[in-house]
């Protein structure tokens, strides 16, 4: 059975940075792509970044050049470094996995096979 635990969220002041993380387990993401949405109250959820197996990365404009993904293999991990934060970062932000054996990068949130129960992040101004 796959699980994927996210931590790591909490509340900064706009201008800060967090570090998510997400333990995958219950089977080898080899050839998955791992990525994470977010969901603010009142919206629909959101396709953040994604990173996969083959070492693409793909962001949302609206993150790029403020979030990183990496992940570690090894252990089954995924992080999402999130820089410059804005109060418009406050959501859910949920972790999930896509299998794509042929090393494709899942851009939609709607490709992923399996999500985490999500954690939040609160940006105050």
């Known amino acids: 059975q796959v699980q994927l635990v996210e931590s790591g969220g909490g509340l900064v002041q706009a201008g800060g940075s967090l570090r998510l993380s997400c333990a995958a387990s219950g089977r080898r993401f080899s050839d998955y792509g791992m990525g994470w949405s977010r969901q603010a109250p009142g919206k629909e959820r959101e396709f953040v970044i994604v990173?996969?197996?083959?070492?693409?990365?793909y962001s949302a404009d609206s993150v790029k050049g403020r979030f990183t993904i990496f992940r570690d293999n090894t252990e089954n991990m995924v992080y999402l470094q999130m820089n410059s934060l804005k109060p418009e970062d406050t959501a859910v932000y949920y972790c999930?996995?896509?299998?794509?054996?042929?090393?494709?990068?899942?851009?939609?949130?709607?490709?992923?096979?399996?999500w985490g129960q999500g954690t939040q992040v609160t940006v105050s101004s």
């Open positions: 990173v996969s197996w083959t070492g693409s990365k």
């Open positions: 999930g996995v896509a299998q794509t054996p042929w090393g494709g990068i899942p851009k939609t949130w709607g490709e992923y096979d399996y």
